[in-house]
C-alpha cells in the first residue's frame, strides 16, 4: 500500500484505488505512477493480479475489512464508497473482469484494450478512463494495446474518456531506470500523471475543476493536440 502524508487529513477520509501490474509486472517498478497518486490524497493497494482479477477483488475486501478494525491505519480514515479499480496492460485486463462490482465508483486502464470478441468491455457500469500510446505499430515504438483501445471504446455504453498519448509506448509508464531521462520522467510519462491524477480527483474526489480537463472539445486535454489524440463518450 501508498498512503498520503496523512491519513483522514481534518477529518476527510481518503478515496481508494486498487491497482494491478502487467503481465510479469510487479507494484515497485509502477512506483512513480503510484506514489503521484497517493500525493493527491488516494490510498493505493498495488496487488500482483492476473489478467483474471481475483487478485483485485481481494484487495477490495481486505481495504474494507481494514476500514472497520480498531488498530488499522485505515479504520475511518478511508472511504470505501469512492473506490477505483486500475491496471496496465494485463493488469487492465483484470480490472475489465471486476469493472462490474458494485463497490467500485470508477476504473482506469492503462495500455491494456481487450482482446476479440470484446466481451469484456460489457462488465463497463461506471465512467471509465482509457489511456494508451500512440498508434504506431508496436514494433516501430508504439502501443500495441492501442487497437484495441479504440475498439473498446467504440463499443462501450458507459461514459468513457479514451486517451492517447502521443510518442508514447505500451510500457512508458513502468519506471526504467536502464533509460533515465532528463529529470528522471519523459515527456510522456508526464502526460499519464496529470491524466490519471485528474481522472481521480474528479470522478473519486468530486473536484469538479478537473473535469474540464476531459469533456467537451476544448477539453484541457483535447487542446494539448501535440500530446494527445482524444475521444469522448457520455461524459457529462
Not at 104 to 120: D, S, V
Amino acid at each position: 500500500t501508498i498512503e498520503p502524508t496523512e491519513l483522514g487529513k481534518n477529518g476527510v477520509k481518503n478515496p481508494i484505488v486498487i491497482f494491478g501490474p502487467g503481465a510479469g509486472a510487479w507494484p515497485a517498478i509502477y512506483q512513480t505512477l503510484l506514489n503521484h497518486i497517493a500525493t493527491h490524497g488516494f490510498v493505493v493497494v498495488a496487488y500482483n493480479s492476473t489478467p483474471q482479477g481475483p487478485e483485485l477483488t481481494t484487495a477490495i475486501d481486505w481495504i474494507v475489512s481494514q476500514s472497520t478494525q480498531q488498530g488499522s491505519i485505515y479504520f475511518g480514515t478511508v472511504d470505501t464508497t469512492k473506490i477505483a479499480a486500475a491496471g496496465q496492460s494485463a493488469g487492465s485486463l483484470a480490472v475489465f473482469n471486476i469493472a462490474n462490482d458494485k463497490r467500485l465508483t470508477t476504473t482506469l486502464h492503462i495500455n491494456g484494450g481487450t482482446f476479440a470478441p470484446h466481451t469484456g468491455v460489457m462488465n463497463l457500469v461506471k465512467p471509465a478512463q482509457f489511456i494508451c500510446g500512440d498508434e504506431t505499430d508496436a514494433s516501430s515504438g508504439g502501443d500495441i494495446a492501442r487497437p484495441n483501445c479504440d475498439v473498446d471504446f467504440q463499443l462501450a455504453t458507459t461514459p468513457v474518456w479514451n486517451g492517447g498519448v502521443i510518442g508514447a509506448t505500451h510500457t512508458t509508464v513502468i519506471d526504467n531506470p536502464l533509460t533515465p531521462t532528463d529529470g528522471g520522467i519523459s515527456p510522456q510519462m508526464t502526460q499519464f500523471l496529470a491524466a490519471t491524477a485528474a481522472w481521480l480527483r474528479w470522478q473519486l474526489a468530486g473536484d469538479l475543476t478537473m473535469k474540464s480537463w476531459f469533456v467537451g472539445a476544448s477539453c484541457g486535454f483535447c487542446l494539448e493536440a501535440t500530446a494527445w489524440t482524444v475521444q469522448q463518450k457520455n461524459l457529462q
